[in-house]
């Protein structure tokens, strides 16, 4: 079974600061991972997805980046906001199937 | 484009009760997730549709939980009893499907029920 890990469980960070939140998974044979923000009481926002022939994706001031061979995925914040404080999860699905395995999470807290 | 729906938003109930939820996915996404998220904790697998069949349901207590998707669209999860440790998130989720598709997943808002 796939087992993700997410480290710092929390971060506080005052604004403007950048920022690296990381996911660590241990079957390396995976279709792609994609990383959520969770706001409080609300469902899972979708931020970057990446496939495993990919090494990074981009979107504004995130960029997520993909080791395969070393089980990671980073999680990277420009330039960090108040509005940026959430819950971040990364979900990883396998090469089989399309069940997609969770973090638990790093939430988030981006002083002003 | 209508996101992943989800109802109720909020459900109270007794212990012993029993409850549902109903989810409507994207239209076009012919995969279907039921996930549990306790507190502090990342959404788990319930249930997992492939169109109108139901291609993982190994996470599913089979005693109390069922959930059907008639016609392959939306889709209802019941509990039946509910017991005090179902107290949670219930979300529903949606991609496109099939193998070798992008299968970004999309979800809905949860249905947070709590169980006295």
């Known amino acids: 079974k796939q087992e993700v890990t997410q480290i710092p469980a929390a971060l506080s960070v005052p604004e403007g600061e950048n920022l690296v939140l990381n996911c660590s998974f241990t079957?390396?044979?995976?279709?792609?991972l994609q990383w959520f923000r969770q706001d409080p009481g609300k469902g899972l926002t979708s931020l970057l997805l990446?496939?495993?022939?990919?090494r990074e994706q981009t979107s504004g001031r995130l960029n997520a980046s993909l080791d395969k061979s070393s089980g990671r995925s980073t999680l990277y914040i420009a330039a960090s906001q108040p509005g940026d404080s959430a819950t971040y999860l990364c979900a990883v699905r396998l090469g089989t199937g399309n069940q997609f395995y969770f973090g638990t999470g790093t939430s988030l807290t981006v002083i002003p | 484009e209508a996101g992943v729906v989800q109802s109720p938003r909020y459900k109270i109930i007794e212990k012993k009760q029993p409850v549902a939820f109903w989810c409507n996915p994207i239209s076009g996404h012919n995969t279907l997730y039921w996930y549990l998220q306790n507190l502090g904790q990342g959404p788990e697998l319930l249930i997992r549709?492939?169109?109108?069949?139901?291609?993982?349901d190994s996470q599913l207590p089979k005693d109390r939980f069922s959930a059907e998707r008639l016609k392959g669209v939306d889709s209802t999860l019941k509990i039946q009893p509910a017991e005090l440790g179902d107290s949670a998130v219930y979300l529903c989720a949606s991609s496109l499907g099939g193998a070798g598709s992008y299968n970004e997943q999309f979800f809905g808002p949860g249905t947070r029920l709590t169980v006295l």
């Open positions: 079957d390396s044979a995976i279709y792609n």
């Open positions: 990446i496939q495993s022939s990919q």
């Open positions: 549709y492939e169109n109108e069949e139901a291609v993982d």
